[in-house]
Nanobody, 123 residues
Framework: QVQLVESGGGLVQTGGSLRLSCAAS????????MGWFRQAPGKEREFVAA????????NVAESVKGRFTISRDNAKNTVYLQMNNLKPEDMAIYYC????????????????WGQGTQVTVSS
């Protein structure tokens, strides 16, 4: 069992930056691919970024490429999402996920989820 706790969300102006963190419990953190997803009101949860167990392979959505970076620190059981040049369309609840996904873009292929952290971008 893995428990995930996100932090770092908040209110930021357009063009600003935030760094989200997701702390994982348990000693099996390195077994999992970690993902970030987001969900805006009235919309489906969508893929943002994913990173494999050792951090060598990363993927980010086209909509955030060049602005968002995913990373992990296995010694701290933590995955990060650095978000730069934030736009109003980035406003959503951001969720951390862990698993051995058959499809990193598919929410159903992740086993564990955090409670989410709100990101609000003012224009």
């Amino acid at each position: 069992q893995v428990q995930l706790v996100e932090s770092g969300g908040g209110l930021v102006q357009t063009g600003g930056s935030l760094r989200l963190s997701c702390a994982a419990s348990g000693r099996t953190f390195t077994m999992y691919t970690m993902g970030w997803f987001r969900q805006a009101p009235g919309k489906e949860r969508e893929f943002v970024a994913a990173i494999n167990w050792n951090g060598v392979n990363t993927n980010v959505a086209e909509s955030v490429k060049g602005r968002f970076t995913i990373s992990r620190d296995n010694a701290k059981n933590t995955v990060y999402l650095q978000m730069n040049n934030l736009k109003p369309e980035d406003m959503a609840i951001y969720y951390c996920a862990a698993g051995r996904p058959y499809n990193i873009y598919n929410t159903r292929s992740y086993d564990y989820w955090g409670q989410g952290t709100q990101v609000t971008v003012s224009s």
